[in-house]
Structure formats: structure tokens, C-alpha cells
């Protein structure tokens, strides 16, 4: 059976919000039983889950608006969140095809929109900083990752070697490892959090975790979230 042609949701699905915004820049987490919303990705045809999408709205002038928050008004054309789909949306016309009108769409949409969403990760670093629920410094982070409490380890890129080895060694001697993001260099991660040196993070369980993880599974399709070199002991589950 071919793909649905609408670009509007599914039919026969019950969707809830189950995670109202505390705040201007949190998201709404939309669900259908425990996944999330289906939407049809233009570039494949396939339905998936909104969580793995990005969506966009078309200006009144005709120029494609990424929508990170999937709150703009207007009929959406989401895609798979990652490099090679919306390249190929771009490169097929496809944005044009599924808005049924002609649409200007930037030759670096892609960056753009990698842009974005490093952006919005920093952004909700800084937001957790304010609530209290991220730990900064070595010290403090080693002793979140023993007690358990460690929902994401967040490292600086460029941190020296020795620290970073003995903060990763604590999380694989937890039953549970905690995630790791380390795609975020030093000067970046101090700013995010206010700090002058900020190279080693934890994040603590709970609704900003879910958050963060949301947003990091979408920055996923367009780099690593730990750099290669550190091997496979870092690679997030």
C-alpha cells in the first residue's frame, strides 16, 4: 500500500499531551499510547514517530521555517531529523511537492538546522542549570554518577584526557550507565551553564532529562554525540 498523500496525522490514532511546557522554551510531548504522534516524513513517504522528525512551516513569502518547537502555525512537512533527509528533500524539491506551491528553501538548510538544534540542547543546559537539577565540576559530577542520580554525563569535548577517563570509568561501574553527550567543547559548555570552566556535567534524573534526551536523539542525525577517539566505552546507549 503507497504512503498517505496528506501531510496531516494519521487516521484512527488518539494522541494526548502528556508533557504540558513549564516554560516558553520547553516542547510539547505528544503521544499515542507510549509513542509519540505519527507524521508522515516527505522524504521517504513513511509515517514515524514525531520524536525523529523535524517539521517545518512555509512564510506567507514563501520561505521554508524550520519549527524545532512544533509550534508555528500553519500545515507542517516534517522530516527524518537527519542530514541525508532533509539534503534529499531539498535536492528533489520535495518541501515544494508536499506545500503544493513553490517554496524557497536556503542551500544550507542542513547546517541550519544542526545549528538549531546545538543550540537548543546549550539551551536547555542552561535551563536546568537555573532549576538546579545539573551538577558542574569534577567533584560534583563523579559523586551524582556514584549515588545514581546521574541521568546524562556531560563532558567537554576538549577536556584533558585523565579526568575524563576516571568520570567515564565511574559510569560503567554503575548498574545503569547514564548516557554521555560530549559534542559540546569547553568555551561552549561554560557558557550554557555560566561557568568559566566548565568540562565535566551531570545531569540528574528526571523531567529535564527526558527533555534533553529528546533533543539529543534529534542532534544525533547530524554528528556523533561523543567524539570518536574516546572509543566505545563513551558511546551512549
Same mark, same amino acid.
Given at each position: 500500500?503507497?504512503?498517505?498523500? =496528506?501531510? *496531516?496525522?494519521?487516521?484512527?490514532?488518539?494522541?494526548?499531551?502528556?508533557?504540558?511546557?513549564?516554560?516558553?522554551?520547553?516542547?510539547?510531548?505528544?503521544? *499515542?499510547?507510549?509513542?509519540?504522534?505519527?507524521?508522515?516524513?516527505?522524504?521517504?513517504?513513511?509515517?514515524?514517530?514525531? &520524536?525523529?522528525?523535524?517539521?517545518?512551516?512555509?512564510?506567507?513569502?514563501?520561505?521554508?521555517?524550520?519549527?524545532?518547537?512544533?509550534?508555528?502555525?500553519?500545515?507542517?512537512? #516534517?522530516?527524518? $531529523?537527519?542530514?541525508?533527509?532533509?539534503?534529499?528533500?531539498?535536492?528533489?524539491?520535495?518541501?515544494?511537492?508536499?506545500?503544493?506551491?513553490?517554496?524557497?528553501? &536556503?542551500?544550507? @538548510?542542513?547546517?541550519?538546522?544542526?545549528?538549531?538544534?546545538?543550540?537548543?540542547?546549550?539551551?536547555?543546559?542552561? @535551563?536546568?542549570?537555573?532549576?538546579?537539577?545539573?551538577?558542574?565540576?569534577?567533584?560534583?559530577?563523579?559523586?551524582?554518577?556514584?549515588?545514581?542520580? $546521574?541521568? #546524562? %554525563?556531560?563532558?567537554?569535548?576538549?577536556?584533558? @584526557?585523565?579526568?575524563?577517563?576516571?568520570?567515564?570509568?565511574?559510569?560503567?561501574?554503575?548498574?545503569?550507565?547514564?548516557?554521555? $553527550?560530549? $559534542?559540546?567543547?569547553?568555551? *561552549?559548555?561554560?557558557?550554557?551553564?555560566?561557568?568559566?570552566?566548565?568540562?565535566?556535567?551531570?545531569?540528574?534524573?528526571?523531567?529535564?532529562?527526558?527533555?534533553? =534526551?529528546?533533543?539529543?536523539?534529534?542532534?544525533?542525525?547530524?554528528?556523533? %554525540?561523543?567524539?570518536?577517539?574516546?572509543?566505545?566505552?563513551?558511546?551512549?546507549?
Amino acid at each position: 500500500m503507497s504512503p498517505p498523500q =496528506s501531510n *496531516e496525522p494519521l487516521p484512527n490514532l488518539i494522541s494526548t499531551d502528556v508533557a504540558a511546557a513549564d516554560d516558553a522554551a520547553d516542547i510539547a510531548v505528544l503521544c *499515542e499510547d507510549e509513542s509519540g504522534k505519527l507524521r508522515r516524513d516527505i522524504a521517504s513517504g513513511q509515517p514515524q514517530d514525531t &520524536s525523529g522528525l523535524i517539521r517545518f512551516v512555509v512564510s506567507p513569502d514563501g520561505e521554508l521555517v524550520p519549527d524545532l518547537l512544533q509550534k508555528l502555525p500553519g500545515r507542517g512537512l #516534517w522530516v527524518a $531529523c537527519d542530514r541525508a533527509s532533509l539534503d534529499l528533500a531539498a535536492r528533489r524539491h520535495i518541501f515544494s511537492r508536499a506545500a503544493k506551491r513553490q517554496v524557497k528553501v &536556503s542551500p544550507t @538548510l542542513s547546517d541550519q538546522v544542526h545549528g538549531l538544534l546545538r543550540r537548543r540542547c546549550l539551551d536547555l543546559l542552561g @535551563l536546568a542549570r537555573r532549576e538546579g537539577v545539573i551538577v558542574n565540576g569534577f567533584e560534583k559530577t563523579l559523586a551524582t554518577i556514584k549515588s545514581g542520580k $546521574c541521568g #546524562w %554525563l556531560v563532558e567537554a569535548s576538549d577536556g584533558a @584526557l585523565d579526568g575524563r577517563r576516571k568520570v567515564l570509568a565511574a559510569l560503567r561501574a554503575q548498574p545503569v550507565a547514564a548516557k554521555v $553527550c560530549g $559534542c559540546f567543547a569547553n568555551a *561552549e559548555l561554560s557558557l550554557a551553564l555560566g561557568q568559566e570552566n566548565a568540562i565535566h556535567a551531570a545531569l540528574v534524573d528526571g523531567r529535564r532529562v527526558q527533555r534533553w =534526551s529528546f533533543e539529543m536523539k534529534r542532534l544525533s542525525g547530524f554528528e556523533p %554525540l561523543v567524539p570518536t577517539h574516546w572509543g566505545p566505552a563513551a558511546e551512549p546507549t
